[in-house]
């Protein structure tokens, strides 16, 4: 599995399991994860991690900042289904 697919499998398992609100398959992710954190849950290096992070930021399926994460998992399963 790419890292590309294991970080989108890992954010909206993420989002399923832990977020603190939804609207419509929409989540705001309540954990402080940095992407340190996701590299090492997803066997990756951090660089890798973080462009394969902001590579989907720009396709729409998450908005990440210091202070909140919010995963658009439909979206997500969109750019993985390509």
């Given amino acids: 599995m790419s890292v590309r697919n294991k970080l989108i499998y890992t954010l909206c398992y993420f989002a399923r ?14 954990l402080k994860l940095t992407h340190q954190d996701i590299s090492e ?19 729409g399926g998450v908005i990440y900042n210091r202070t909140q994460c919010v ?3 439909p979206r997500l399963e969109e750019i993985q289904n390509k």
């Fill in 17 to 30: 399991r832990f977020s603190s609100d939804d609207i419509v398959d929409i989540y705001k992710l309540g």
């Fill in 41 to 59: 849950m997803i066997g990756s290096t951090r660089e890798t991690t973080s462009i394969e992070f902001r590579k989907l930021m720009t396709e």
């Fill in 71 to 73: 995963i658009n998992v």
